[in-house]
């Protein structure tokens, strides 16, 4: 048992600063400490969940079809390692199977991609290659791909009973229960009331600080004033009148085009990199509360997940 002063800052100086108050507490292991800027007043299940970190991940409830999703991807992962890692699979089958695919450069990338997922196999890449009739590929590999969809026909027949038999067995079950639970949660069901509560406020902002990993509350209302104090900065920022994804991923995908017919990139690498459906990029702050304000400034983060220059940055 660690004891521990955990430190919680409240808005209540006159002089528009930040008061520090303590509370002792008995942890199991050390916890986070949590920065509270807003009118908000945490209770002990609120206190609980936040000091777990942002990171923290809840158990997530288990619907059916979670199972088969589950089942399905370790079979394909065993299907994949015993394609790949046996040199003379047909040696070994007992039972009858659908003709073997025709093997590419194609297959060969995605092998290589899925063995530095998983263990080493002990497969060499250039025997394998002369085995599957594979000529050399004098193509650098940028990795820029679509993920593989490959599941290989004519593996052994053991996995596909296992397949079969965990499915089953797991619709025997749902026949005899239809209730959903979260396996072994980690959290207590006020948690997760508290949690649900948290998440449901339409005043709170919660955010990690911008330096010591600190858990940080803030009015709603403060942290859009502060984002709109640096989007109001024109030397910085330019205000448009018009949303300009669209162009933009016509002109890169215009550019693409130009790139594959050249050579200088694959057809693959063509998929995956072309726009479809962009997401106009998202500003967010960090809240710099080692500065000691009442409203302390923001560190600017931009998000692109989904825009149009995603990919290409990688």
């Known amino acids: 048992m660690l004891q521990e002063k955990l430190t919680i800052c409240n808005p209540t100086n006159?002089?528009?600063?930040?008061?520090?108050?303590?509370?002792?507490?008995?942890?199991?292991?050390?916890q986070l400490v949590i920065v509270n800027l807003s009118d908000h007043v945490l209770n002990k299940d609120e206190y609980g969940v936040l000091s777990k970190g942002l990171g923290f991940c809840p158990t997530q409830m288990r619907y059916p079809t979670n199972i088969f999703v589950d089942v399905f991807k370790f079979t394909r992962l065993l299907k994949l390692k015993d394609h790949f890692n046996s040199m003379h699979l047909s040696s070994r089958l007992a039972v009858e199977s659908p003709p073997a695919p025709s093997h590419t450069v194609s297959d060969l990338q995605d092998l290589q991609l899925l063995m530095s997922l998983t263990d080493d196999t002990g497969v060499d890449i250039n025997s394998l290659r002369y085995d599957l009739g594979i000529e050399e590929d004098t193509q650098v590999n940028s990795g820029l791909k679509p993920a593989s969809k490959f599941v290989p026909f004519g593996t052994h027949p053991n996995i596909d009973l296992f397949r079969t038999r965990v499915t089953n067995d797991k619709y025997r079950r749902l026949d005899k229960s239809n209730t959903f639970k979260f396996s072994n949660d980690n959290l207590t069901q006020m948690e997760r009331k508290a949690l649900h509560s948290l998440k449901s406020d339409p005043l709170l902002v919660i955010r990690e600080a911008d330096k010591g990993g600190y858990v940080v509350l803030m009015n709603k209302v403060d942290y859009i004033q502060e984002i709109n104090r640096q989007l109001n900065d024109t030397v910085c920022y330019e205000r448009i009148t018009e949303n300009p994804m669209k162009s933009l991923a016509d002109f890169i995908n215009m550019r693409l085009d130009d790139w594959r017919e050249s050579g200088l990139i694959s057809d693959e690498e063509y998929?995956?990199?072309?726009?479809?459906?962009?997401?106009?990029p998202c500003i967010y702050v960090l809240p710099k509360i080692h500065k000691g304000d009442r409203f302390p400034p923001g560190r600017p983060i931009i998000s692109g997940n989904s825009s149009p220059t995603e990919r290409l940055s990688e």
Do not use: M, N, W
């Open 271 to 280: 998929k995956y990199l072309k726009v479809h459906d962009p997401r106009f």
């Open 14 to 30: 006159a002089d528009g600063y930040i008061e520090t108050s303590t509370i002792d507490k008995t942890l199991e292991q050390e």
